[in-house]
């Protein structure tokens, strides 16, 4: 082999050597292996090292007599991510020869505008240090390295180029393999201890200038007003409008500063069709509905309204988002939205309560589920029915292909619309907070716990055949429940719960011993259990 006079540090990588390299950058990703990419070879020379990266990462195979591209994998070579740089013309000739971009010739005094995920080199052994602290450099927002040096440049930190190489390779946490007569039977043999060393540079947080004066602004403004501060912190509402107004100005600057620099992407020239290197694919007024449209999804999923409403009007407002586009997201509106929800709730309520019973005991049709009623004598009518304390109904918390007990995904949602329905009518002045619902489910997920899970008003017990059996724990808010059914459905007398059990006719006396009996009853009148719309008191609170 003759080495060119414009490269006598030349010594080419051994083809084992160079396979460990190229190798050891792969990542194993859902047990497929791939490569990071785009890649930079910096100190080409004859392609040794490039023609492994060729080999491994991109399945491009070369002639091993004449070096050249196998002619089947010509276009492969074409589209492969791999970049070289060679100093020598003579060997750039051949690495042109042989399928390779070239894309530069001194790597020191190359300015590169790819972002490289990894850059693979053999450097002149001479020159090694300032080499490896280049291709740092280039890497510096996040990315692999692998470089074979001359040993003695690690060891022998003589210069103040090397002791900086050094300093930098520690802050790194590189790793560096000692490995003694490398090239002994080299193409070009020498008696000399290289060093391999592997760095892996964590992605860099990308840096917005625009987030940062954004950051700076508010936190200014926030400063001089120290009691909206305040509710910032605390109300998570009024927190998520600051935030939209901060993406929405963000949005605003991107575009402004797009605008004023686009024409650097376009083609110049008159009568030419603009053809943008870069381009924003949506208009400004279209992305900032889209940005409200996101706001008002995650609205719509904050405890503070996702739990204040029913489930009916959980999905309304979920299909209602496209709509909401057209609407800034702002305290005005919000406050908007959130009193159409107050006016529509006692309805929505009345409806999800009735909707509830039907569901239950419309299921005594089937053997399993017949034992959810109780069939009573109710006024004018012999076909009347209450929910008994044990209720069996449709819901599957299992995944349906490995069998694995997961709540979270499968029944969460149901049981929590059930939960909601029954807290409508437990008058205890307070919201409803699904939180406590959810990390109780959580943690039976996790603990596999499948019977009797205690959740507010019952323990719950899930099957693999797809059925939840329930057993109220608070039977006051049951008997709610099936007094407020029974009424809507004119089943209780017109006198229940206005007079006492004797003042009462007998007729509308023998449906309240058929329904639960007088000491129930009388029960019933001296707690205020029989719920009507203006006793939802939690809605106000």
Same mark, same amino acid.
């Given at each position: ?6 490269? %006598? ?39 040794? !090292? ?13 002639? +091993? ?21 060679? %100093? ?27 972002? +490289? ?85 964590? /992605? ?8 940062? /004066? ?16 305040? !509710? ?70 904050? #405890? ?12 309304? &407002? ?36 009735? $909707? ?69 009518? /437990? ?14 489910? /959580? ?8 019977? $009797?899970?205690?959740?507010? +008003?019952?323990?719950?017990?899930? +099957? ?24 809507? $459905?004119?089943?209780? #007398? #017109?006198? &229940?719960? $206005? ?43």
């Amino acid at each position: 082999m003759t080495t060119p006079n414009d490269s %006598l540090d030349f010594y080419p990588t051994p083809d084992s050597l160079a396979f460990d390299m190229v190798f050891s950058l792969r990542e194993v990703k859902s047990g497929f292996t791939t490569y990071p990419k785009p890649i930079l070879e910096p100190s080409a020379g004859d392609g040794a !090292l490039a023609r492994q990266v060729h080999a491994l990462a991109f399945n491009v195979h070369h002639d +091993y007599k004449t070096g050249e591209v196998d002619r089947y994998d010509k276009e492969k070579a074409r589209s492969a991510e791999l970049d070289c740089i060679e %100093l020598s013309s003579d060997f750039r000739a051949v690495l042109k020869k042989d399928g390779f971009r070239v894309v530069h010739d001194n790597f020191l005094t190359f300015r590169p505008t790819t972002k +490289y995920a990894a850059i693979v080199m053999n450097p002149p052994f001479s020159a090694g240090a300032a080499h490896l602290l280049k291709a740092l450099d280039v890497m510096q927002d996040g990315g692999k390295v692998r470089c074979l040096l001359n040993a003695e440049t690690l060891r022998n930190p003589c210069t103040n180029e090397r002791k900086e190489l050094a300093a930098k390779l520690e802050e790194l946490h590189a790793t560096v393999k000692y490995i003694p007569d490398a090239f002994k039977n080299a193409r070009r043999a020498a008696r000399v201890e290289v060093a391999l060393v592997s760095v892996d540079i964590p /992605d860099r947080e990308p840096v917005s200038r625009i987030r940062l /004066d954004l950051k700076n602004e508010t936190a200014e403004r926030l400063k001089e007003n120290p009691e909206f501060a305040a !509710l910032v912190s605390s109300d998570p509402i009024t927190a998520a409008i600051e935030r939209y107004n901060a993406a929405a100005e963000g949005v605003r600057r991107i575009y402004e500063e797009y605008n004023g620099i686009k024409s650097l992407f376009s083609s110049a020239g008159a009568g030419k069709k603009e053809n943008p290197v870069m381009a924003f694919t949506k208009s400004y007024n279209d992305a900032i509905r889209e940005l409200r449209g996101m706001y008002w999804k995650q609205l719509f999923e904050m #405890p503070q309204l996702f739990d204040a409403m029913t489930y009916e009007m959980q999905q309304d &407002y979920q299909k209602r988002i496209k709509e909401l586009e057209g609407y800034d997201f702002s305290a005005y509106n919000i406050l908007t939205v959130r009193e159409e929800i107050s006016r529509n709730l006692l309805s929505s309520i009345d409806h999800e309560i009735i $909707k509830l019973f039907d569901d239950w005991t419309n299921l005594h049709y089937n053997d399993e589920y017949s034992k959810n009623v109780h069939y009573y004598n109710g006024w004018c009518t012999n076909s009347a029915y209450k929910i008994n304390r044990k209720v069996i109904f449709r819901c599957n918390a299992f995944d349906t292909y490995d069998g694995r007990f997961c709540p979270r995904y499968n029944a969460t949602g149901h049981v929590a619309q059930i939960e909601r329905v029954l807290h409508f009518l /437990d008058t205890n002045g307070k919201p409803y907070n699904g939180d406590e619902l959810r990390a109780v489910l /959580d943690a039976a997920e996790k603990s596999g716990q499948t019977q $009797k899970i205690q959740l507010h +008003y019952f323990t719950a017990t899930f +099957y693999k055949k797809g059925t939840c059996h329930i057993e109220f724990t608070n039977t006051d808010v049951l008997k709610s429940f099936n007094l407020y059914a029974g009424q809507r $459905k004119g089943w209780l #007398p #017109p006198t &229940y719960g $206005k007079k006492s059990y004797h003042d009462m006719a007998a007729a509308d006396r023998r449906v309240v011993d058929s329904y639960e009996g007088e000491a129930s009853y009388t029960d019933t009148l001296t707690r205020h259990l029989i719920p009507t719309q203006s006793t939802f008191l939690q809605l106000n609170a």
